[in-house]
């Protein structure tokens, strides 16, 4: 039977372990889209399989649930940068498949094509910067689990990201346009490879820096100021990335059109697509993120706690 004592030490246990998650979860911070999770000290107390698969269980969830909405914004803007549907109607026939032929939906290709982007982006940010801690054990170097974390998910998104543009710009191709099969050329790929590069950029490295900026030139608090510029910043950068992004779509849609047609498209299309790429990051990299982040949070902190003391937790 346990005694006074042992109760309040059980609890005095707990309250400090939670107050060590606070502290450093306030130290680390939102410093990129998929976010540093936990304290190390509370991260030393469960095997890294633990960790990992708290890691995946975040990522396919997470992934998951951004993967409908980005699908029909992606298949919408192909469609109305060829000419094939306008940008409404094809954002209305997709979320009308989605809500009325789920089953359908989730079945056809462009869906698996997005989950799988999206998927491999997440499992890899996440499993990366947990295996860079564990394996720094106490020392931990924070800019060393950024940059592995950083190069990683850049060689998955972008290789997933340039080979899902290159399959979506075949599979919606105007049929009226384009007979029969053909190769996405050379330079539309540099340049969807190009777009993806400036999004990562915003999406990992230019935030910690912004929100520096922000907390020591104008007083911000730090939370603001990270929250802030990872939902701007990731969003922000499509205004610059559009044109290289229509541009892509147009070398292989027209072939033959001379450079002046080409800049006519472009001031035509990019306010519509513009929007339509920014209300795409938005579910990637703000609401994925912010779900991704609270999951691993939720599952680690939960598996640090009942590993410290299980009489603490109530299951």
């Known amino acids: 039977m346990p005694t006074k004592q042992s109760e309040t030490n059980s609890n005095a246990t707990s309250n400090a ?58 298949r919408s803007i192909i469609k109305n940068a060829n000419g094939s549907q306008t940008l409404g109607l094809a954002l209305k026939e997709g979320f009308k498949e989605l809500f009325t032929k ?19 982006t997440y499992l890899t940010a996440n499993c990366v910067e947990t295996t860079v801690k564990h394996m720094q054990g106490d020392d931990v170097n924070t800019s060393t689990v950024q940059l592995s974390k950083f190069f990683a998910t850049s060689l998955v ?21 384009i007979k029969g099969p053909a190769k996405v050329p050379l330079l539309s790929t540099l340049l969807f490879t190009t777009r993806d590069c400036m999004t990562i950029a915003a999406g990992f490295n230019l935030p910690k820096i912004a ?20 939902l701007t910043l990731p969003l922000a950068i499509q205004l610059l990335s559009t044109p290289l992004h229509l541009l892509g779509l147009d070398l292989f ?17 990019y306010v519509p697509t513009a929007a339509a790429r920014i209300g795409r990051m938005f579910p990637a990299y703000g609401i994925g993120g912010v779900m991704n982040t609270y999951l691993r949070k939720q599952i680690v902190t939960s598996l640090a706690v009942f590993g410290k003391n299980p009489n603490t937790i109530n299951l």
């Open 157 to 177: 998104n972008i290789s997933l990201s340039v080979r899902k543009d290159m399959i979506f710009t075949k599979m919606f191709a105007n049929s009226a346009v």
């Open 253 to 269: 849609n027209n072939r033959n059109a001379t450079s002046s047609q080409r800049t006519a498209l472009i001031v035509k299309k």
């Open 211 to 230: 929100s520096e900026y922000l907390q020591v030139r104008y007083g911000f608090t730090k939370n603001f100021s990270d929250v802030s510029t990872q």
């Open 102 to 120: 789920p089953y359908q939906f989730f079945l056809k290709r462009d869906f698996r094509l997005i989950w799988g982007l999206y998927l491999g």
């Open 17 to 74: 372990l939670e107050e060590e998650y606070k502290v450093q979860e306030g130290k680390e911070g939102l410093n990129n889209n998929i976010v540093t999770v936990s304290s190390v000290k509370i991260n030393d107390t469960i095997p890294l399989s633990l960790k990992l698969t708290s890691d995946v269980i975040s990522g396919v969830a997470s992934s998951f649930m951004l993967a409908p909405f980005v699908t029909i914004l992606d």
